[in-house]
């Protein structure tokens, strides 16, 4: 078996060169892309340099059948075409289908390695694969059956597609179609302007949307689903955690299956509902369903309450929850803690009831007129109703629930910082026109917190965008997003 190189006019040359043969091992390379005038290129066959002048350079494992053929491209580099059928005629490249490739699948200053049906005819366009295609100026296609269809559009992978300007498609059947718009991942789409699709069957549908997680679905303006199956379907809407959903406007889900379906509501924690407007699920099981006042009045004070806003919810029926560590109220609408009753029991006055039934605001009696130095109050049993009174068994195991949710809360406190110090410690994109996806980790007191996050800088530098996600060893997770312009 021979190596064959044959030197083919293109352009006002298409005429055949000479031939020069070299026997069965002999390497061929071509300096495809390479710096240097367009009127010549030189191929090393087995050691030996050769110039072609300004025509094409061809080479065949043998006479045939198909040559791939290196071709200048006008402007110092090369495109390499593959497939070029054999003249019947000579037995060597046909330089007329060759011309013919030429015409058609090379632009300007563009380069092409890949078969006949490859084209790269944008200027400075680069197509590398079977059937690869940028047809628009400094589109980039490497990959079998890709398409760069927009300026300065990237699609890397088997049938990735980008066809918005500065749109980029990595990955196989990827699809970027506005612009700027980014989607990395097995079958990964991102269809609007700003758009972000990561991971495999993620779709990014609308406007400044972002979807990262396998099957993940963001399909609102400036919507965000993170993690798998999650689904933010509205405006603003927010989906972190697996199977999380956000349906509404401005609705936040965070938590493994939490569900925040009303406008402006929030869910967080694992399995947490908020349903209504406003309304806010706080923690595992957590159901937020009850409207706001809205005109009606509230119980002993007999005050009409205005307020729209939804109820906040720490758990559900059958799943109360204490709410510990709260400061004492000072307004009207304050909560009240514990502390605050004791006090107002401690100051609460008995007075003594006249024999015809009135009271006299004037005598306090207490352990039947006996010097009042405190009365205990012994054999007490434990307190049933809201009107009972309670032992001090029944404090003990208050005070004992208190310590436990002290404790638990400083676990939480303690992963919520190694939660941040992993946001912290994660790099970010520091070149204009550069994408980065960054993780970080971090362990605090006995707690760690894994974090993910992307960042990007916009082409001029100016802007700099990051979304960031944690997830804690006390099931916990966090999200959070920045933009920032700088001059």
Known sequence: MEHVIQHVGVGARAAFGHKKKKTAGA?????????????????????????????????????????????????????????????????????????????????????????????????????AGSDAKATETY??????????????????????????????????????????????????????????????????????????????????????????NTQALADSAVAVGDRATANAESAVAMGRQSTASAASAVAIGTGATASTVNGVALGAGAVADRAGMNGQKERFSNVAVGSTQGAVSVGSAGG???????????????????????????????????????????????????????TTVSNVAPGVAGTDAVNVNQLNAQNTQWRDAIRRNQR??????AGAMAMAGMPQAYM?????????????????????????????????????GSANSRGNVGVSAGAGFQW
């Not at 495109?79 to 490249?93: E, K, Q, R, S």
């Not at 990595?170 to 179609?177: F, K, Q, Y």
């Not at 991971?199 to 979807?211: I, P």
């Not at 939480?412 to 910082?417: R, Y």
């Open 27 to 127: 390497v061929l390379a071509l300096a495809a892309g390479l710096a240097g005038p367009a009127a010549w290129a030189d191929v090393t066959l087995g050691g030996t340099s050769y110039t072609t002048g300004s025509g094409a350079v061809c080479s065949s494992g043998g006479a045939g059948p198909t040559w791939s053929c290196q071709v200048p491209n006008g402007s110092g580099g090369f495109a390499l075409i593959n497939g070029v059928p054999t003249d019947p005629v000579n037995g060597g490249p046909d330089a007329a289908a060759l011309q013919g490739m030429v015409n058609g699948n090379l632009g300007g200053d563009a380069l092409l390695l890949g078969g006949t049906a490859a084209k790269a005819t944008g200027f400075g366009s680069v197509a």
């Open 139 to 228: 589109a980039t296609a490497i990959g079998s059956t890709t398409v760069a269809a927009g300026v300065s559009s990237t699609a890397v992978g088997n049938v990735a597609q980008a066809f918005g300007t500065n749109a980029t498609a990595i990955g196989a059947n990827t699809t970027a179609v506005a612009t700027s718009s980014l989607a990395a991942g097995d079958r990964a789409t991102a269809s609007d302007i700003n758009s972000t699709a990561l991971g495999a069957n993620t779709q990014a549908r609308k406007k400044s949307s972002l979807a990262a997680g396998d099957k993940a679905i963001a399909d609102g303006i400036n919507a965000a689903a993170l993690g798998a």
């Open 320 to 374: 109360e929850r204490q709410i510990t560590n709260v400061a004492g109220g000072t307004q009207a609408t304050d909560a009240v803690n514990v502390r605050q009753l004791q006090a107002v029991q401690a100051g609460a006055v008995n007075y003594v009831t006249n024999v015809d039934g009135s009271v006299n605001h004037n005598q306090i009696v207490l352990g039947n007129g006996q010097a009042p130095n405190g």
């Open 412 to 417: 939480d406190a303690n992963a919520g910082t």
């Open 432 to 468: 204009p026109g550069k994408n980065m996806v960054a993780a970080g980790v971090a362990g605090y007191e006995g707690q760690s917190a894994i974090a993910v996050g992307f960042s990007s800088i916009s082409d001029n530098g100016k802007w700099v965008m990051k979304f960031t």
